[in-house]
């Protein structure tokens, strides 16, 4: 198993995989990092779809056009999910509070599933596996993979996480300098140092696109991201939200 620091620092997003197979230990190993994942109030607000079948990936892939879906070993689903706790609480006539229908119960459904796939994340790397995080499976055409994966109420894709072996080995993308994610105490209030860090930081992504093994661009950073918010704005999530059951008041 590799060591935690180099399982962390040179992680990279993988998207090409080996055909091998993943070995069921080393699945049940990352089974028990998602199990034990820290969750709001311990409710444990998450489930994961294990995928192997092939023909469901393709139908994933079909939707999505991510090829990591069709050629990765297993594909996890994260998800938000209160429908266990609704199942038990009705069985033993417990009120179930109308959580679902505020932001923070939707807040925390997404917190939990994310943590869970972080644990995934790391417990894969740690065991030499490569990983991709898929959140296209949430806003490509959430009702038709909601229908797939047959999900009941309270229960909605956060995202999918592609696992294999690695086939490729990117470059670490360069990300934020630490004066940009690490405030001291309380907010940074120099903005005209910020923009030069943030200017600074564009130009290097922008050189790194530029250079990189395996298809450079031209993309900057900020460009670049405006554009994919931009194209986000399209996606209809609230509608998506309310289908599967979640009525949000506040
Ligand atoms: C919530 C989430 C959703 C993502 N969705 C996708 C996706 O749909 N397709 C994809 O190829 N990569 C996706 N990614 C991977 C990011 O593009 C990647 O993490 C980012 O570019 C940084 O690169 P790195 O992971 O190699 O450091 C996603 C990552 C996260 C955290």
Redo the contacts with the bound molecule.
Sequence with gaps: MKDIKSTLLD???I?RYEREAIPQETMEFIYRAVENTPTSYNGQQFSVIDIDDQDLKEKLYEL?N?K?LKTCNRLLIFLSDYNKISLLAAKKGLDMPQFTNTMDGVVIGIIDA?LAMMSAVVAAEACGLGT??????RTVDPAKVAELLQLPKGVFVV?GLAIGVPREH?D??P?MPTPLVFHRNHYRHDSEKMIEELEAYDEVVKHYNATRAGGTSTNDWVAHILDYYDHAMAYRILDYLKAQGYDIKH
């Design positions: 992680r990279t997003s998207r999505t991510q990591q994310s991709n995080c898929v959140g296209y499976l995202c990117p670490l993308k990300k």
